[in-house]
């Protein structure tokens, strides 16, 4: 009963002090600072101002992930990983809220005391101890010191306890209702207010920057020297920000967030109506090998090992990313790659692939098993993802009439190789969106439904045609096979905005608009003149979008 109380004062009462967001009419200033319209609206203003601009963005709740990670690190458990069903859609459900009661519940009970407290957690209570530990873990749960009234809210919390359980209950008590209090599952943003900013504009403070740092780079809290570093001061300025950035890339936390961008970029995970790769249905009369999900765990996992290579041992080049022969694999992954395993080896190792069949992450199996058929390669499929994702130039959407069979088996596809039905199939009005949709994905006919290279056509045994045009583009021209093709891409400028774009887009959780685009331009054109992701993620960190927040909420169309 007493957890109860604790959670319904700490979601209804003072708990949920700071969390109402400013309204559409925006900042409670009347000055007419710049960017404000006479109808009080804001308006874009010229670049050569210098002045920060950022699009709105919404209070959110963590992420399942996040939530994870943030209790994990919180209670020193690293294992921790409850059940929370429930709580990733935009309105938390009943079952999400008791999903958050019955995972703080679990956290308390495997918390290290030691870790957590600043002083002996003992049978006999101690106030003073019990005021140094909410001080203490408030900062760490809340990202920030907790305000006078959270710290009276919460005292209280451990005084109505203490008269009815033992010390080390009673602070359970309180860091279960932590754990449920809006300050801990939401990532709320208030900013201080600057006369000299544009208006509604806001400059996030350092903890706000901290857990900014944090959940972008690690997925999860602010340590113990991001906090210090909020609190000196440090992170007030964009250079102490990126040096922050700079050790936290360094850190083997940051290896999660870089796998976790590259298979949502290259849609290994199935968030784009696609199956995840470990989903993909292939004909297991004729690949029998992908019944054993080891050899889809080795896809997954060499991808995430080239990531890892590039961006920690090797020059973090985008274009390293885009054409590296360097592959880690198990026996079976070597076996699809027709490349020798050395029996020495005895688990995963790195092998050279054929450079005249390989060239980086769109020649490998994660990939190219992802986007085909369960028998042949689908040119289809792989021409619109690299549209929409490496050039981020989406096609239109299909008409409703669209044929969704698998070309090999239309009834026509005898003596006609997966080129030829393709082409058919697109042919005449549909021709105004697969003419370039195609030509991309014939640069990869080479490999097969698994990945796997291949000579001669699996449907009529001709020589397989590779070379493709690709069109509307900076590199735009003839490539003769994937690896052209990985090469000429690993040289546009617009890749590159394209994958700086999609980063931007995670640091900052939400979609961009019209009042980013200064900050946007400067840091997609850095990264089209250098590739350096190490430098693409200090770019973004170090920027008006990350720094600042837009308090005014867009106004809804009528």
């Not at 319904?8 to 319209?37: F, H, M, T, W, Y």
């Not at 490998?364 to 369960?374: G, I």
């Amino acid at each position: 009963m007493l957890l109860g109380v604790g959670l319904l004062v700490g979601l209804g009462g003072v708990g949920c002090q700071g969390l109402v967001e400013s309204g559409p009419a925006g900042p409670e200033n009347s000055d007419d600072r710049p960017g404000k319209a006479d109808d009080g609206t804001q308006t874009k203003l010229a670049c050569e101002l210098g002045l920060p601009q950022v699009g709105y963005g919404d209070v959110r709740r963590l992420s399942a992930l996040e939530y994870r990670n943030t209790v994990a690190a919180l209670v020193g458990s690293p294992g921790f990983n409850p059940d929370i069903a429930g709580t990733e859609e935009v309105f938390v459900t009943e079952l999400g809220v008791r999903s958050f009661e019955d995972a703080a519940s679990e956290a308390s009970g495997v918390i290290d005391w030691a870790m957590a407290s600043p002083c002996p957690v003992g049978a006999t209570h101690d106030a003073a101890c019990a005021k140094d530990f909410i001080a203490t873990f408030g900062r760490r749960a809340f990202r920030r010191p907790l305000l006078d009234e959270e710290r009276t809210w919460l005292e209280g919390v451990y005084t109505d306890a203490a008269a009815e359980f033992s010390f080390k209950e009673s602070l359970e008590i309180v860091v279960r209702v932590m754990l449920q209090a809006p300050q801990f599952l939401y990532l709320h943003e208030e900013g201080i207010d600057d006369p000299a900013l544009p208006y509604g504009i806001k400059r996030l403070t350092g903890y706000e920057r901290a857990s900014r740092l944090s959940y972008f780079l690690w997925n999860t809290m602010p340590d113990t020297e991001l906090l210090d570093a909020a609190e000196s001061g440090a992170l007030d300025t964009p250079e102490g920000v990126r040096a922050q950035a700079e050790r936290m890339v360094d850190d083997p936390r940051n290896a999660e967030v870089l796998h976790r961008f590259v298979s949502t970029w290259m849609d290994l995970d199935g968030l784009n109506f696609r199956p995840p790769l470990e989903g993909v249905k292939k004909d297991a009369s004729k690949y029998p090998a992908m019944a054993d999900a080891a050899l889809r765990a080795a896809m997954r996992g060499e991808i995430e090992a080239l990531v890892d290579r590039v961006f920690r041992e090797g020059d973090a080049n985008l274009a390293s990313l885009l054409t590296s022969t360097d592959a880690y694999v198990t026996p079976a992954l070597a076996a699809v790659y027709g490349v020798t395993y050395p029996e020495s080896a005895g688990g995963a190792t790195w092998v050279a692939l054929d450079g005249e069949e390989r060239a980086g992450l769109f020649t490998r199996a994660a990939f190219l098993t992802t986007y085909a058929s369960d028998t042949v390669a689908s040119p289809i499929l792989r021409g619109v993802y690299m549209l929409e994702n490496v050039f981020c130039t989406p096609p239109g959407p299909p008409p409703a009439n669209v044929n969704n069979i698998p070309v090999e088996q239309q009834s026509d596809a005898e003596n006609l190789s997966v080129r030829e039905l393709s082409e058919a199939r697109t042919s005449g009005e549909c021709q105004g969106c697969h003419k370039t949709i195609n030509q991309l994905g014939f640069a990869l006919e080479h490999y097969g439904a698994i990945g796997e290279f291949q000579t001669t056509d699996p449907l009529n045994g001709e020589a397989i045609r590779s070379d493709a045009e690709i069109l509307g583009s900076d590199v735009a021209g003839t490539v003769a096979d994937g690896v052209e093709f990985s090469e000429r891409i690993s040289e546009s400028g617009q890749v590159a905005r394209c994958v700086a774009s999609k980063w931007l887009a995670t640091a900052l959780e939400r979609g961009t608009d019209s009042l980013d685009d200064c900050a946007r331009s400067r840091i997609e054109d850095a990264f089209a003149e250098d590739g350096d992701l190490r430098a693409l993620l200090a770019n973004i960190v170090s920027s008006d979008l990350f720094l600042y927040r837009n308090e005014i909420a867009p106004t809804e169309e009528p």
